[in-house]
C-alpha cells in the first residue's frame, strides 16, 4: 500500500503569505508603475504570476521613475532604500517579514560591535547589514568565526538557518575566549520546518522536497532529507518527479520550502498519488515512453541530442529521433577563422543543440549551437556567482555609466564605479583589455550580469595584505617607498601596508620636518619596532639602521682630532656644534675666538660650517667640548693676546 506522508509546517511562512497577499493588493490596485524589488521569493512560478500582473522586478531604485509603487521582500531591505525613496517620491509597500524587521531594530539600536551568523549573500542578511551603524562581521561557520578578530559582539541570526550553525559559531568564540551577547532570531517556523522535515525523513523510503531552486531554506531542508533518507530528490514542480523512483517505494515523505506555493504542493502530491504501476506495467510504460518520444516534439528552448545525417556548406542536418530533422544553420555555429561545417562536423557524429524554432519553415526543426554555448555560458556565470569564483572578460566598448564586457558568447555591464579600484573618469581607456572581474548580480530572464574588477582588486589586495601581516615580524628590515608626509612623519609603504615612520624614527639627529632628509617616492630600508594588526597599524624605524653614535664615539672621535661641523643652535654660553647626526659639540664662547667675545652672534650664525678641535669627551654626561679658537692661529700683531685673559676662567665659570 504506497502512502504518501506531508511534513508539518510545509509550504507559505507567514512572512512570504503576507508579502505575497500585499503584492496582490497593490497589483489589484492597479498603480501604473509597480516593482518588485528582487524577486518577492524564491519561486519561479510565483514570480512569473506577478509578473503577468504588472510587478516588475528591479535590482535597485535607479531602474525606477519618481512617485512609482515598490514593493520591499519579505527578506527586507538595508535603511539607505528608504532613504533613497523617501527623496524620489516613491512609495514603499513593506513587506518585510515582521522577525526580520525585529532584527532590523535591534541592529540599529545597538553600538556594539554586530555579528550576523549566516550566508553573506543572502538578500536577508544583506538587508540585516545595511541597518548596521557601523560595518558588521558575518560569518557562516566555525572556521569563519574562528578568524574574526574583533571583541564584545552583539550576535544575530539569519532567520533561516539551521541552530547547528548558530552553536558552531559559539563555540568556536568561546574557544577564542571573546565576549559576545547572543540573540537567537532562527525564525521558530524555520525550526519547526527543519525538525518535521527530518523526522518524516528518518521514516520513509523515499523523501520529496519541493521549492525553488534558488530557495536558501528549501536548499536547507533538502540538506536535511538527504542526510536521513538518502533516496530523496529536490523537486522544482511535477515535471521533475522521479516517478520511476516513486513507482518502487511505499513510504514517501514530501517537505516543502517558505516560499513554495500550496499549489504546487498539491500538485506534486496528485501526481504521485496517480503512480500505481506494478512492476510488470512499469516495462510496458517504459514501451510506450519510447513511442512517445518519438512522436513528441521537443519544445523550443528545449536542448536536444541527435546524430549528424548530412553536412552542406549552409548546414548541418540532425536525426533527433523524431518525426522531424533538426536543421542547424552556420549561422548558429561558432567556427574558428577558415573553418568550415565539414570541418567542425562528420555524419555520425553526437551533438547537442538548443531548439530555436520547432518549424524552420521547411518542415524543419531550426537549432542553434551558439545559444546551447550562451546557455552554458550562463551557468558557469552563475555557478562564478554562487562559488564566488573569478571570471576572465574583455572590455568590448564604453557605454552610458559603464562599459560592456564579453564573457564567452555572454555580454555583461561593468558601472565606472567598479571599473578600477580608484576614481576612474574615462572608461574608453580599458576598451580592448582583458581583466579579471567577479560577478555582483546576474538576471538571466533578462540577458542580464554586472561584473566587478574592482572586487577582485580589493581581494587580491586583502590577500596580499594577509600575507604580509602573516610574514613580518618586529625587528625585520624591509624596503619602502616614501608616500606622503606629515608633520609629525613619513607614511611609508612596505609592499601594501602603509607604516609610520614618526619624525623621532628618522634620524639620531633632531629634524624639524621629515623633508629634510625624505623625499616622496625614495625607497629606504626600514625597521619594525612594533605592529597592531588589529588596529592595522605599523610603527618603522630608520635610524634604526645605523648605530647610535654614543655608542661607537670612540670609534670614531678622540680628544685632540680636528673635526668639520655644522653650528645648528647658538646661546649666550656658547654654540652647539653638530658633529653628526644625534652627536653635538658646545663651543664654549671662550673657545670661539682669540680676542675676547662679547656676543656670539657676531662670530657664528645657525648653518655655518666650522672647524673645531676635541678638547673633552664625557661618555657619562654624554658631552663633547670643543674649541674653534684651537684651530686657528692667534694674530701677529697681539703676541701677548695669549696671556692677556687673566680673567677668562671667571667668564668661563660665568656662563
Known amino acids: 500500500m504506497k502512502e504518501i506522508i506531508r511534513a508539518e509546517n510545509a509550504g507559505f511562512c507567514f512572512g512570504v503569505k503576507q508579502a505575497i497577499e500585499k503584492a496582490e493588493r497593490a497589483a489589484e490596485e492597479g498603480s501604473e508603475n509597480i ?88 538578500p536577508e542578511v544583506m538587508g540585516i547589514f545595511g541597518w548596521c551603524r557601523k560595518p558588521a562581521v ?125 499549489c504546487t504542493i498539491k500538485e506534486v502530491i496528485a501526481r504521485m498519488s496517480d503512480v500505481t504501476l506494478e512492476n510488470n506495467e512499469l516495462n510496458m510504460n517504459d514501451l510506450m515512453d519510447e513511442i512517445e518520444k518519438s512522436l513528441r516534439l521537443p519544445r523550443s528552448g528545449e536542448i536536444v541530442t541527435g546524430k549528424v545525417h548530412q553536412v552542406t556548406d549552409k548546414e548541418v542536418i540532425v536525426n533527433l529521433g523524431c518525426k522531424k530533422d533538426g536543421i542547424l544553420p552556420v549561422a548558429e555555429v561558432t567556427l574558428e577563422d577558415g573553418q568550415t561545417l565539414a570541418d567542425a562536423f562528420k555524419v555520425d557524429d553526437e551533438i547537442q543543440a538548443k531548439v530555436i524554432k520547432t518549424d524552420d519553415g521547411d518542415g524543419g526543426i531550426l537549432l542553434s549551437k551558439k545559444k546551447l554555448e550562451i546557455s552554458a555560458n550562463w551557468d558557469e556565470i552563475v555557478k562564478a556567482l554562487e562559488d564566488k569564483t573569478v571570471l576572465e572578460v574583455k572590455v568590448t566598448r564604453p557605454v552610458n555609466g559603464g562599459v560592456i564586457a564579453e564573457y564567452k558568447e555572454v555580454s555583461g555591464f561593468i558601472p565606472l564605479s567598479q571599473l578600477s579600484d580608484h576614481y576612474v573618469e574615462n572608461a574608453e581607456e580599458f576598451v580592448g583589455q582583458t581583466m579579471e572581474v567577479r560577478v555582483s548580480r546576474v538576471d538571466q530572464r533578462r540577458n542580464r550580469a554586472v561584473f566587478s574588477h574592482k572586487l577582485f582588486l580589493n581581494e587580491e589586495k586583502e590577500k596580499l595584505i594577509a600575507e604580509i601581516w602573516e610574514n613580518l615580524n618586529v625587528d625585520d628590515v624591509v624596503e619602502g617607498t616614501v608616500m606622503r608626509f606629515t608633520d609629525y612623519g613619513a607614511f611609508v609603504d612596505i609592499g601594501g601596508i602603509d607604516g609610520l615612520l614618526h619624525i623621532s624614527e628618522i634620524s639620531w639627529g633632531k629634524l624639524k620636518h621629515p623633508q629634510e632628509v625624505l623625499s616622496i617616492g625614495q625607497k629606504i630600508n626600514v625597521k619594525v619596532l612594533s605592529m597592531n594588526r588589529e588596529k592595522g597599524k605599523i610603527s618603522l624605524g630608520l635610524k634604526q639602521n645605523q648605530p647610535e653614535p654614543w655608542s661607537v664615539i670612540d670609534d670614531n672621535y678622540q680628544v685632540g682630532q ?84 687673566a680673567e677668562e676662567p671667571a667668564e668661563t665659570e660665568e656662563a
Open 562 to 645: 680636528v673635526i668639520e661641523g655644522k653650528v645648528v643652535q647658538i646661546k649666550e654660553y656658547g654654540a652647539f656644534v653638530e658633529l653628526e647626526p644625534g652627536l653635538d659639540g658646545l663651543v664654549h664662547i671662550s673657545e670661539v675666538a682669540h680676542k675676547r667675545v662679547g656676543n656670539i652672534n657676531d662670530e657664528l650664525e645657525v648653518g655655518q660650517i666650522v672647524t673645531a678641535k676635541i678638547l673633552e669627551i664625557d661618555k657619562e654626561r654624554k658631552r663633547i667640548s670643543l674649541s674653534i679658537r684651537e684651530t686657528i692661529e692667534a694674530p701677529a700683531e697681539e703676541p701677548a693676546e695669549a696671556e692677556v685673559p
Open 138 to 262: 558575518v560569518v557562516g561557520s566555525y572556521d569563519e568565526a574562528l578568524g574574526v578578530e574583533e571583541d564584545d559582539f552583539f550576535i544575530v541570526t539569519q532567520t533561516t538557518i539551521r541552530e547547528a550553525v548558530l552553536e558552531s559559531v559559539i563555540k568556536a568564540f568561546d574557544e577564542n575566549g571573546k565576549r559576545y551577547e547572543v540573540h537567537n532570531t532562527i525564525c521558530s517556523a524555520t525550526s519547526k520546518r527543519q525538525e518535521s522535515c527530518r523526522k518524516l525523513a528518518e521514516n520513509s523510503d523515499l523523501m520529496i522536497v519541493v521549492g525553488g531552486r534558488n530557495s536558501s531554506n528549501t536548499k536547507k531542508l533538502y540538506e536535511i532529507s538527504k542526510k536521513y533518507c538518502a533516496n530523496s530528490y529536490f523537486v522544482e514542480n511535477i515535471e521533475d518527479l522521479p516517478l520511476k523512483e516513486v513507482q518502487k517505494c511505499n513510504r514517501i515523505g514530501i517537505a516543502a520550502g517558505a516560499s513554495t506555493p500550496e
Open 35 to 122: 516593482y518588485s524589488m528582487g524577486s518577492l521569493i524564491h519561486n519561479e512560478r510565483v514570480t512569473e504570476d506577478l509578473e503577468k500582473r504588472g510587478i516588475r522586478i528591479i535590482s535597485s531604485l535607479e531602474d525606477v521613475p519618481s512617485g512609482s509603487e515598490v514593493i520591499i521582500r519579505s527578506h527586507g531591505e538595508g535603511r539607505n532604500l528608504y532613504t533613497e525613496a523617501e527623496k524620489r517620491g516613491i512609495k514603499l509597500v513593506d513587506a518585510t517579514c515582521p522577525f526580520v524587521a525585529k532584527i532590523h531594530k535591534l541592529v540599529y539600536e545597538t553600538e556594539k560591535q554586530v555579528v550576523i551568523v549566516g550566508d553573506r549573500e543572502h
